[in-house]
């Protein structure tokens, strides 16, 4: 087969591949935003597809680019990183981790690890203009990846009884900013400490202020409390 040939088919096989798990993820990032449902499978996609974005531009020998030119010729595999990004603001906005403090060691553990997944074995990104700056947005990239899966699994998968404590609602809010969050602030029973709380839009709407709840408090799989409210 002529060399030319078989290069167009190689690089239309790479455009290919490349739509179609950019369409994926871009599918993943609607459901996140519009149906945060499934939360387990919703996880394990996203912790996934920047992993496979990664192995689809190493096995293409540099065809499938990660970058943001848009007048680049080659198939750009940039969007495998969006449901990560969305993940983890979701996450934020969804579960309420009582002592970040804790989360530091796994993510750090995690940040290194995926930078350096990133950027072992390909020094290309040392012949970039700024490439301390790329560096510095794979290492980002790596924090924010980190800081949802670890919040993801340790709330998601856990399965330890919760300590529970009577609450009262002292106010409550409905914030939107790209993704709505119903928020409440609560005092616990016989404690003057008071806890912002994020919660899901039934239970938000099911609640009065000066009514009373039940805040769960759950060990979580990574031993990083988190707490849960219901009526």
Known sequence: MNSVILKEKIFKQASLITKTI?????????????????????????????????????LSNGIIKIEAKRNSSNPNALPVFLPSLFLAFRIYSDFNIQDYSKMCFPVGIITIVFSAFFLVGDRSYLEIDNWYKVILRIV??????????????????????????????????????????????????????????SIDGNTYHQLQV??????????????????????
């Open 22 to 58: 950019n369409y994926v993820s871009i599918g993943i990032v609607i459901w996140i935003l519009k149906f945060p449902e499934c939360y387990n499978y919703m996880l394990i996609a996203c912790l996934l597809m920047p992993i496979i974005g990664i192995l689809f531009v190493r």
């Open 140 to 197: 980002l990239f790596s924090f924010i990846y980190a800081f949802g899966v670890v919040i993801g699994f340790n709330c998601v998968f856990d399965k330890s009884a919760p300590k529970v404590f009577a609450s009262t609602v002292i106010y409550k809010r409905i914030q939107s900013i790209g993704i709505k969050s119903y928020e409440i602030e609560v005092s616990r029973e016989k404690k003057s400490e008071r806890m912002k709380l």
């Open 210 to 231: 000066g009514g009373n709840v039940k805040t769960y408090v759950f060990t979580g799989v990574f031993n990083i409390p988190w707490v849960d409210v219901k009526d």
